[in-house]
């Protein structure tokens, strides 16, 4: 129990323990000299001695606890956050020698260590770089390719979800609800007319023609299922001239194949922290209080398997219905001329809602947004039951409750770079917090912390940060 007390709090309790036993070690020694004194009188004497004598040692151990803390104890456990951060997440920069400069050559020793690991990891990763270009050579011809052909197209795991879509099916989708990868087929389509096809599917292993309905009332489509050759899942094919989708549209791919294997439905709490899917969003506000103010402008961005996902992002201006004061347009430049024709919450709450379905909702400084949400729940006719991380105790989590725990400073930690201008836009901040958090999760899971429950136990320990940031 007690080798999973963190540096700081162990080293407390080691001083604590030796002030209790100093101060029993000065009492019994005073009452052993009272005793051989014998003479009553000097009871006063002994006891005034006895607390003198202890408010001393305890000043002495606080004093040494103290400086010890501040220099020995706080700097290892930035040095050893600061080694994980470049172990797990490949942050690069120079280590806090300043910071560090009472533990000896422990300092100059991990950062010899490190500069040889991110010399041979930019090795490693000129090589790949090499590799992803011409990975994505090809992958640019293949988009050619297929959009010289008229349908949508889809691949689908055997829980029916989503895999890989091309840019018409994308359209097919968004008429429904934004598009998202492992996002369940049943999100966009009948379930039952899917089921049967798919039944007749594995029954016969040949192409299955049949209608698709489109979920919540959505056009239908005359669809094939085509078997995978041998690979899990299937594919749905969607005529594109029924679809009203123009031949020519740019038809980018969105796929992630190791979803295919991903395993079948469990509680949140035991699923693997790399096997969720996140939305990391961010809110801009005509102010800083959830009961008054309201919301202008909305960003989110999908991350599955560690990374975010090309193309599924959200931008939404939202219009607030009174106008905006002046000091908050300084902070997010957003003013009333941008919103006017936006659509209100409601509309916009809806569609951030379809787009975080079966996803961990991800903020920095959740309770703050969570608040402006939940506030317009009704009006949205949505319920924001989603599980939600937060990185400010992420964050606490890993470098410590004592460090600054702001956007930027997390940032900073991990060399996740933010554009000026991208900085306090609702979309910037959702693309900072999702590199942030995917930066984190190796780190999380280096740590110990593989599974989503236990993630949520550790950033419990640190909810006050929380209450004092709000």
Known sequence: MFGRLGLRLRVFLIFCLLALGG??????????????????????????????????????????????????????????????????????????????????????AAQAVTGQLMQSALDTAGAVATETARLQAERDRLTALLTDIPVAMMIVSPAHRIVLYDGQAAEVLAQVAPPRLDASLFDYFDRGAVEEAHVRLTQTGREVAFRALGARGAQGYDARLKPLGGAPGYMLVIDAEEARIAPEAARPLVYDFGLLDTPGDELFENRPLSGLCYVAFDTETTGLLPHKDAVLQIGAVRVLRGRPVEGEELDLLVDPGRPIPPASTRVH????????????????????????????????????????????????????DHPI????????????????????????????????????????????????????????EARGMKRFGDVIAETRRHGRLLEDLN
């Open 23 to 108: 101060m029993a070690i000065v009492a019994g020694a005073l009452v052993l000299g009272y005793m051989r004194a014998g003479r009553p009188e000097l009871a006063g004497a002994f006891v005034l001695s006895g607390v003198l004598a202890g408010f001393l040692f305890l000043g002495l151990v606080a004093g040494i606890w103290f400086l010890f803390d501040e220099n020995v104890a706080r700097p290892i456990v930035r040095l050893a956050a600061a080694l994980r951060a470049r172990a797990h997440a490949g942050a690069s920069g120079d280590i806090d020698l300043h910071g560090a400069r009472y533990l000896g050559d422990l300092a100059p």
């Open 333 to 384: 430049h957003i003013t009333d001329a941008m919103v006017a024709g936006a659509p209100d919450i409601a509309a916009a709450g809806r569609r951030l809602h379809d787009f975080a379905r079966d996803a961990v909702l991800v903020a920095h400084n959740a309770p703050f947004d969570m608040a402006f949400l939940r506030n317009d729940a009704d009006r949205m006719g949505v319920t924001w």
């Open 389 to 444: 991380l937060d990185t400010v105790l992420l964050s606490a989590v890993l470098f410590g409750p004592g460090e600054v725990h702001t956007l930027d400073a997390l940032c900073g930690r991990l060399d996740v770079e933010i554009d000026p201008a991208d900085r306090h836009t609702a979309l910037g901040d959702a693309r900072a917090t999702a590199l942030a958090l995917c930066r984190m999760l190796p780190i999380l």
